[in-house]
């Protein structure tokens, strides 16, 4: 009985803290915007928070379409916890204001990499923080982890088979896995290491994953039962990218959108609950790259963001229209990182020598800001904090990039600070070095570098010997845990305050 108490008592705090970082906010009929914190909704109205503290409610209609999708995913994990209960308890920190309880996509639910969690440890012990469990089965891949609902979802190939694999994200036990397709590690360049690359999305008790050589899957979030699937190559033309398909997709009201990349339309979207082709994209030829689409309300219409080898694009969400498009000459070899949009902007980046530029959009025109080389990076992802952009160039290191000027604020380079995968929770971002597998938690500031505290991963995967792997899969900090991979090792860290 006590057991059962502490489990809904728990459960109660974790649905009641809500999401409490605040974000920006967009009156759909207006594109006025502004900044509050979510407090909830009542009668078909949602309340915000200020930064002055002062409260307010806005009908959910008036909010552009991502806000309304927001909206639905914190409804949706606070109707979760309540029915979960203790699975969700097991992983939720009790001492951090967690600013809901899940990540179900990849770099979350705006796909910008800001985790919701406040309350955070703001410097680590000098071991770093606690080690909480290990899994050491998560097999071949570079995918990152989805956590909805108390399970820890991520991609892998084991035993030639590409898996979609769910653990309780409290212990690390395995809960379930599920195939999304043969992966007899051919079909893609697994020089630098075979297996999946993208991560999964998680929307509506289902699960959206697509392996290193296209195939797609939806399945049954509770046991991981298949209800469809298609191939990105042989459904619709696409070319599987030289290291593989690496793209999360993108669920939208509903549908799921995703690249194949090809002549027949390079962007289609899907009916989440069918797989039915809603629409296929015109005019974009593009074969796929490695980033992942980004939504974003330009001027009152929704839009997808992508970014293809030279070629950076907008297309209707409804009909798969290009509405604009951007030349993105310097890209080369291979483009990866996802896009950032943040009003009426979109800055991307790519390594290679190619360099990084903002990009100001109208909803159909786009025109250059600036262009430069001051941020070259390859693949680890950067992240927009208070107008800087941060993230790993190759050659630089650590950079703090103006994204107003596109000028450099400063870098740093040293052993531990070379190149790697960068994530923004609670002030502070979040750095994994790819080589030595050193972690480090640095103040996001355009003050200089000020370092937190590191560790070392406890242990090297096996799996990247005789390949030129490294430490790729980008780190996640939700509900007070941060999670770390090298490839089937999966390791879970308590940095609640």
């Not at 057991?3 to 009641?16: D, K, N, Q, T």
């Not at 409804?75 to 951090?96: D, I, L, P, Q």
């Not at 991609?155 to 036990?173: F, N, P, W």
């Not at 009909?319 to 951007?326: D, F, H, M, N, Y």
Request: charged content about 25%.
């Amino acid at each position: 009985m006590r057991l059962i108490f502490a489990i809904g008592l728990v459960a109660a705090l974790v649905a009641a803290l809500g999401v409490v970082s605040a974000r920006t906010w967009t009156d759909a009929s207006t594109g006025k915007q502004i900044e509050a914190e979510f407090e909830g909704t009542s009668d078909g109205k949602v309340k915000l928070k200020r930064s002055d503290g002062r409260s307010f409610e806005v009908p959910l209609e008036r909010l552009s379409a991502e806000d309304q999708t927001y909206v639905e995913a914190q409804m949706a994990t606070e109707s979760a916890v309540a029915e979960a209960g203790g699975v969700v308890a097991s992983s939720a920190a009790v001492g951090a204001e967690v600013g809901g309880a899940d990540w179900p996509t990849w770099r979350g639910v705006n796909r910008d990499d800001h985790s919701p969690d406040t309350g955070l440890l703001s410097s680590w012990p000098d071991d770093g923080p606690e080690l909480l469990w290990t899994f050491e089965n998560a097999g071949k891949g570079y995918s990152s982890p989805v956590i909805v609902g108390g399970r820890y979802y991520v991609t892998g190939s084991r035993d030639g088979k590409a898996e979609v694999i769910c653990l309780d994200a409290g212990t690390g036990e395995e809960v379930w896995a599920a195939e999304i397709g043969e992966d007899p590690e051919d079909g893609y360049n697994t020089g630098w290491g075979a297996g999946t690359r993208g991560t999964p999305t998680v929307d509506g008790g289902m699960i959206y994953a697509i392996d290193a050589n296209g195939h797609m899957v939806c399945l049954n979030l509770e046991d991981g039962k298949q209800e469809w699937s298609v191939d990105l190559v042989e459904d619709f033309g696409g070319k599987v990218p030289n290291w593989g398909y690496s793209e999360s997709p993108l669920v939208d009201g509903d549908q799921v959108v995703v690249t194949p990349g090809g002549k027949d339309g390079a962007i289609v979207a899907l009916d989440k609950t069918t797989g039915k082709v809603k629409w296929r994209s015109e005019g974009l030829e593009d074969d796929a790259q490695y980033s992942s689409l980004v939504p974003a309300d330009v001027n009152g219409k929704r839009q997808y963001i992508q970014l293809f080898m030279n070629t950076l694009a907008g297309v209707d969400a409804s009909s798969g229209e290009v509405l604009w498009s951007s030349e993105w000459a310097p890209g080369r070899t291979a483009v990866i990182p996802t896009p950032i949009y943040t009003n009426g902007q979109v800055f991307l980046t790519s390594g290679y020598g190619a360099g990084c530029k903002l990009v100001q959009i109208d909803g159909e025109e786009a025109e250059d800001v600036w262009q430069n080389t001051e941020m070259k990076n390859h693949h680890g992802g950067v992240v927009l904090v208070d107008g800087y952009v941060y993230g790993f160039s190759d050659g630089g290191g650590l950079v703090c990039l103006n994204l107003e000027s596109g000028e450099l604020e400063w870098n740093e380079k040293g052993r531990d600070v070379q190149k790697g995968a960068v994530h923004y929770a609670d002030g502070m971002l979040y750095c994994v070095d790819e080589n030595e597998g050193m972690v480090l938690l640095v103040e996001a500031s355009p003050d200089g570098y000020e370092e937190k505290g590191k560790f070392k991963l406890p242990k090297e995967t096996e799996l990247r010997e005789g390949t030129k792997g490294k430490i790729w899969s980008h780190p996640v900090v939700i509900g007070g845990k941060l999670y770390l991979r090298d490839n089937d090792l999966v390791f879970c860290y308590d940095v609640g305050g």
